[in-house]
């Protein structure tokens, strides 16, 4: 049987009975079509351990693949084989037999307090051609900076979903399909207020919680990639959103967030994944390390 018409049932199965994201299902999409042109797959009966493995043996040597990427490829395989076995077009998962890389260990990268202020004052100082551009962009930076939420999560905020009055943003059907609370502490209450009054003045009704100067509809994916390329430029910071939210979680380790709490809040499936931060915070570490019992006892012995 061709290997797209059985992908596009695939596709379907994925999208509509198990809800998964679109993002997912794109991905989906360009690991099939990879392994299909690249090994000269085009029906299921062709696919063999052989060709799998020299596929992954190619993008590890001629494509350069991280171990991430390779880790990608062999979870979007093995769940479309997986689905393959289960109707009966494959006996039997061939990713089962291909051994998965030992992922790199590198710590996030982040922002350090001095820059994160640096990038929020930048951002409200701009020159900005109308004032509703300066508080609905401070606010989108303060709400990276200071609640980690993902870039999809911030573009798809409805209005109804900020409480202010009760300092909480509703994160609804976030990453794996999750609702969370994330609390709004004092600077990003402020900045959102801000723009609340000038979104107010400009009579915006878009159920989207960021609106587009221009029009009545939410901000867009490409006009906050073009703000934040733009304001890299203007402020000389390497940063990107997904650097931004490791800004937000490594300073809420140094301030001393519990582990547990601000796993939660980053809407993390696995505690282990939060646990990475706890490496990223040297003052974090640092202070811990004070709490050594006999701290006390040896400047005693030693004087």
Not at 31 to 56: A, C, D, P
Not at 230 to 247: C, Q, Y
Not at 296 to 301: F, K, M, Q, T, V
Request: aromatic share 12%; with cysteine.
């Amino acid at each position: 049987m061709d290997i797209q018409i059985l992908a596009r049932e695939f596709y379907d199965y994925s999208t509509y009975m198990r809800g998964y994201a679109k993002e997912t299902i794109r991905r989906y999409r360009q690991v099939i079509n990879f392994y299909s042109k690249t090994m000269g797959v085009t029906r299921i009966e062709e696919i063999t351990e052989e060709n799998v493995r020299q596929l992954f043996f190619y993008g590890r040597t001629e494509r350069k693949w991280k171990a991430n990427t390779f880790i990608v490829f062999h979870k979007s395989l093995a769940v479309f084989f997986r689905w393959c076995v289960e109707k009966g077009h494959m006996d039997k998962n061939i990713m089962d037999a291909i051994e998965i890389p030992r992922l790199e260990k590198r710590l996030p990268a982040s922002l350090n307090k001095q820059d994160a202020l640096k990038l929020l004052e930048i951002v409200y100082n701009y020159p900005y051609e109308h004032p509703f551009l300066r508080y609905r962009n401070h606010a989108i930076f303060s709400t990276f900076i200071f609640a980690g939420l993902r870039k999809k999560e911030v573009t798809n905020l409805k209005y109804t979903d900020v409480d202010l009055e009760n300092r909480s943003i509703f994160i609804r059907q976030g990453k794996g399909n999750k609702d969370r609370i994330v609390p709004i502490c004092h600077p990003l209450a402020q900045s959102l207020s801000r723009y609340l009054e000038e979104r107010k003045t400009l009579k915006k009704n878009t159920s989207h919680f960021f609106a587009s100067l221009y029009q009545d509809v939410g901000y867009t994916d490409g006009g906050l990639r073009r703000v934040m390329r733009h304001m890299r430029t203007v402020s000389k910071i390497n940063f990107t959103i997904h650097k931004l939210r490791h800004t937000f979680a490594t300073l809420m380790m140094e301030g001393g967030c519990d582990i547990y709490s601000l796993s939660k809040m980053m809407g993390h499936s696995d505690i282990k994944t939060t646990t990475v931060y706890l490496s990223a915070s040297a003052d974090h570490l640092r202070s811990q390390i004070n709490k050594h019992p006999l701290n006390g006892l040896a400047e005693n012995y030693y004087h």
